[in-house]
């Protein structure tokens, strides 16, 4: 545990602490999918440093997405989606909340690629959620009192139906 730490604070030495080398992502996700609770500890712990500023969250970010897209390990693919889910619509001002709108249409772009090509069903369900959590959002956060009637309405309709 205290050498892997060690060992990941050797290769930040002399670059920002909110970046994360290409590769390094991949070792934190395996470790939160291993059975060793220290180095799950520690790979949380590093995660959440590099998650702590608006670069950082970028940076891992796009990461997570390119991760997701390209791993060969379902398990991993599926752990980005939820991490990416949590990282962009998490906390008291959620991250996408930051993002330019061209990124943000980019982001939900790449999503809806990865539910067209994933193969593994499990997986495919995560990047879903995802994509519908990140849309959901997006579009409360923009609601007009026209479309908050609507959607009240809608939801008042729907819970009669039950």
């Keep these: 545990s205290d050498v ?8 930040v030495r002399g670059r920002k602490c909110d970046r ?9 996700i395996q470790h939160f999918l291993g059975n060793d609770n220290a180095k799950r500890k520690d790979a949380e712990h590093l995660y959440n440093q590099a998650c702590k500023t ?17 791993s060969p390990v ?3 693919r ?6 990416l889910r949590k990282l962009l619509t998490r906390g008291d001002t959620p ?11 980019m982001l939900q772009n790449e999503l809806v690629a990865a539910v067209e090509t994933e193969s593994v069903a499990y997986v495919r ?16 956060a923009h609601e007009t009192p026209e ?3 609507c959607r009240l309405l809608l939801e008042k309709k729907k819970k009669k139906k039950k």
């Design 4 to 11: 892997y730490k060690r060992q990941y604070q050797r290769r």
């Design 20 to 28: 994360m080398a290409s590769g390094e992502l991949q070792q934190l």
């Design 54 to 70: 608006v670069d950082g969250k970028s940076n891992v970010a796009s990461q997570l997405l390119e991760l997701m897209k390209s």
């Design 74 to 76: 379902e398990n991993i």
């Design 78 to 83: 599926s752990t980005c989606a939820v991490l």
């Design 95 to 105: 991250f996408w909340q930051s993002l330019p709108p061209a990124s943000l249409g």
């Design 125 to 140: 369900n995560k990047v879903s959620d995802t994509l519908s959590t990140v849309s959901y959002t997006h579009l409360r």
């Design 147 to 149: 479309h908050l009637v």
